[in-house]
């Protein structure tokens, strides 16, 4: 419950992270899915180009294995009879094992009636004999039927194929069905799927191989009859050329120029099984077949080029029908996985996905920064809040602090100064002089130690309390308090008269209150210990030497009274310091200590130059700003 | 006739101290000494230890402490301005504060007087001598009360 809080916290402070994160997200998958159709798209176009080019290389190689057939059925109509040299002279004009390697026979069967039968199978016999391939009787097989196409020539006439010379393919229904059709439209037709015997390829124990194949059937007619009906052509017909294709030698040539990351098999019909395969470029049969991964590194391999773009479940793929001499046959592509030559290009959708995603998360991560210290700055901040609350409370107690001591640690020194008088008065007769000149001292330490307490108050009352600045004209001021301090002091009307004079229109940024404070003290000051010159003169302005150009105003304090001693420069501004003796000047150290402060809260300096009976002047800044003056600062400092 | 004089102060120093500098001033007057603010409303509104008091005498002048146990001096002047028979009094506050604020409090809450009391005894002689001279000798007061 509590850690469901929690995490819901963590969502909502980060909750803009967590958008930055999702849009970027959605942004990456969508230019994934952008990137990967489009990849896929022109993978599909080249692949699409690459199944019409292949379908039409193998549609021109059939036509030219049945031109070869056409040519040579040309034969029959140049000339009344053909003997089999004519044959074997057609046969390797053309070229024929080395132009049509798929063409493993060329031969031709002749229509025989039962009646010439014998005739035949002597003749065949015979040139069985001719050409030393044994002894048996010619056509075959045996048994008696209507009509008969024994297989008269054959070339190339070798071993292999010399046991199909005499051969009736009449007597098997599959090729009596394609033979008749070839007949009735007087076009060359193929058969289904057959094996055809071949000579083993080099590197086999056996001497004989069944290869996968066709046999196509083209039509003799007879010289000079018409064959423009079923009929007519059914009564005209002479015999078949016959070419017994085997498919590996027909379609190797024409597909090895094709991109071999894709793969062909031809089917007979629609039947996708393995036993109707004709042709198979990589000898996998794909068609029809789920695949199965292949173990750990297949699975990967899978996975990756499903992410790719190879989608794993729609594998691209495509089926056609293609005609091969009258017969359908069904063609079929498929991409390899992997293996592709543009794997450049596949990859990309995935460089996209990755790539998106590190920025994503580099997104994310930076969002969540600014986030988390965007909200560690709003927690300093409030801390500060309560920082200043805990200030104001303590201020506050500072204040009822300072009333109390204000009124209570007054109340017994009235006691004391007042009891003191009361005992000199009333009881005078009794207490001799040095009894009275004790009690003196007593009310003397008493009164002091009021002005004390009044001063303390005076100095803590600048330190707190708000500051509250106004624009004011330093010098009015200046010339307000001088006045006051001549009401104040009478006595020095006439003898001893203080000359005053202040720079008029200085205006300053600052608290009114802790402003008079300081001229107070500095010009009382002044007033004091001027008592005893002759000539008092107080002078109170800016400093045009060091005030010039790009530094801040320094105010100064100016007298030609009793001064200091340049050695205790230091003291000055210590509470309780003081440079001169009780007797001499009255004071209590803390006056000079004030004004500090109240150039402190203004953000300002205070520094003083002096010499013994030649005056004092007192100079100070109201506000940050540039070094002052370094032979001024230096002199403070070498005070110290 | 004997004007009279209200004295409020709790601290029985002072008290002497002011009876002496009254006297040392010649000023006569009957002296009547509340030593808390309570005590000080009791006697202005004859209540508790006051209870039947002859309240058409009132004090010619009220001098007034502010800190007080009790009721402190503040209240006990807010008090006499919000009742008519004590209204019009002349309040002289007279205390050992020298905070701004006391000062300004005084005047709003209606004083006519602030004196600090200073430690200096003769100051402070100086300081009941002025302030008996003006209150019970010059200062002519329209009657309270009927």
């Known amino acids: 419950m509590r850690r469901a809080r929690r995490v819901f916290g963590h969502l909502r402070r980060a909750a803009v992270a967590y958008a930055v994160l999702l849009v970027a997200l959605m942004l990456t998958i969508l230019a994934y899915y952008y990137v990967r159709q489009n990849v896929e798209a022109s993978v599909r176009d080249q692949f699409d180009e690459t199944v019409r080019a292949a379908q039409d290389a193998i549609d021109r190689q059939m036509n030219s294995y049945v031109e070869a057939m056409l040519g040579s059925r040309g034969l029959f109509y140049a000339s009344n009879s053909v003997e089999e040299g004519e044959w074997d002279d057609y046969a390797s004009g053309i070229d024929l094992q080395e132009r049509y390697e798929g063409m493993q026979i060329l031969g031709y069967a002749e229509r025989v009636d039962p009646a010439d039968k014998d005739d035949v199978e002597e003749q065949l016999a015979e040139s069985l004999r001719d050409e030393g391939l044994g002894d048996r009787s010619g056509l075959h097989p045996e048994g008696e039927r209507p009509e008969y196409f024994p297989l008269t020539f054959v070339e190339p006439l070798d071993e292999v194929n010399g046991s199909l010379l005499g051969y009736d393919a009449y007597s098997d229904p599959a090729y009596r069905a394609v033979m008749d059709r070839a007949r009735d439209t007087g076009q060359a037709q193929a058969t289904g799927k057959v094996y055809v015997l071949t000579e ?44 017994y294709l085997e498919a590996e030698g027909l379609l190797r040539g024409t597909l090895e120029s094709f991109d071999s990351s894709i793969d062909f098999e031809i089917y007979d019909g629609e039947d996708l099984a393995p036993n109707s395969l004709l042709y198979d470029d990589d000898g996998v049969l794909r068609a029809g077949e789920s695949q199965e991964p292949a173990g750990f590194f297949g699975t990967i391999g899978m ?37 592709s030559g543009e794997g450049g ?82 009881y005078a007769d009794e207490i001799d002089d040095e ?53 104040a002091r009478p006595e020095r009307e006439d003898e001893r008269k203080v000359e005053f004079s202040a720079q008029k229109g200085l205006e300053v940024w600052g608290d009114p209150k802790l402003l008079r404070v300081a001229l107070v003290n500095l010009i009382g000051n002044a007033w004091k210990f001027t008592e005893k010159s002759p000539e008092a003169y107080i002078e109170f302005g800016l400093s045009e030497k060091l005030s010039y150009k790009g530094r801040v105003p320094v105010y100064y304090v100016r007298d030609n009274g009793a001064g200091f001693d340049m050695a205790y420069a230091g003291k000055l501004f210590g509470a309780f310091q003081r440079l001169h003796g009780e007797d001499e000047f009255e004071g209590t150290g803390i006056g000079l200590a004030t004004v500090q402060r109240v150039v402190h809260r203004h953000g300002g300096r205070i520094w003083a130059e002096g010499e013994v009976d030649r005056g004092a002047t007192f100079y100070f800044t109201l506000r940050p700003g540039l070094r002052l003056d370094p032979t001024a600062s230096q002199k403070e400092g070498t005070t110290k | 006739m004997g004007k009279i004089i209200l004295l409020v102060e709790d601290n029985p120093d002072d008290e002497v101290l002011t009876r002496r500098a009254l006297k040392k001033n010649n000023i006569g007057n009957d002296l009547v000494v509340a030593h808390d603010g309570a005590e000080a409303l009791d006697y202005l509104f004859g209540t508790g230890a006051y209870e039947g008091r002859d309240l058409s005498i009132m004090p ?48 709003g809450y209606g004083a006519n007087s602030y004196i600090r009391k200073p430690v200096d005894f003769a100051q402070f002689v100086e300081a009941v001598r002025q302030l008996g001279l003006y209150w019970l000798v010059l200062n002519e007061t329209p009657r309270a009360g009927g």
């Open chain 1, 200 to 243: 083993a390829p080099g590197g086999s124990r056996a001497d004989l191989a069944l290869e996968p194949g066709l046999v196509v059937y083209l039509p003799v007619y007879r010289r000079g009859r018409s064959v423009d009906d079923v009929d007519q052509r059914q009564r005209a017909l002479e015999g078949y050329v016959v070419a």
């Open chain 1, 303 to 339: 996975f990756a080029d499903s992410l790719a773009g190879g989608s794993g479940g729609s594998k691209l793929s495509d089926l056609r029908q293609i005609d091969l001499a009258g017969r359908e046959y069904d063609l079929y592509f498929e991409a390899l996985p992997g293996a």
């Open chain 1, 345 to 426: 290009s596949r990859l990309l959708p995935l460089f996209v996905l990755l790539s998106g995603l590190v920025v994503s998360l580099l997104l994310f991560g930076t969002t969540f920064m600014l986030v988390r210290s965007r909200l560690r700055a709003e927690k300093a901040g409030r801390d500060l809040e309560d920082a200043n609350h805990e200030l104001e409370s303590t201020n506050r107690e500072l204040e009822a602090f300072s009333y109390s001591v204000s009124h209570d640690l007054r109340a017994p020194l009235r006691s004391i100064d007042g009891f003191s008088q009361i005992l000199v008065e009333d």
């Open chain 1, 435 to 487: 009894g009275k000149d004790y009690l003196g001292r007593v009310r003397a330490g008493s009164q002091r130690m009021g002005r004390l307490i009044d001063d303390i108050l005076g100095l803590s009352r600048v330190t707190r309390g708000n500051m509250e600045r106004k624009r004011l004209d330093l010098g009015a001021l200046a010339e307000e308090v001088a006045e006051e301090l001549r009401e």
């Open chain 2, 60 to 107: 010619q002048v009220v001098l007034l402490d502010l800190k007080l146990p009790k009721v402190d001096g503040l209240e006990v002047l807010r008090r006499m301005r919000a009742d008519e028979r004590t209204k019009l009094l002349p309040v002289v506050i007279l205390t050992s504060s020298r905070e701004q604020q006391d000062l300004v409090d005084g005047y």
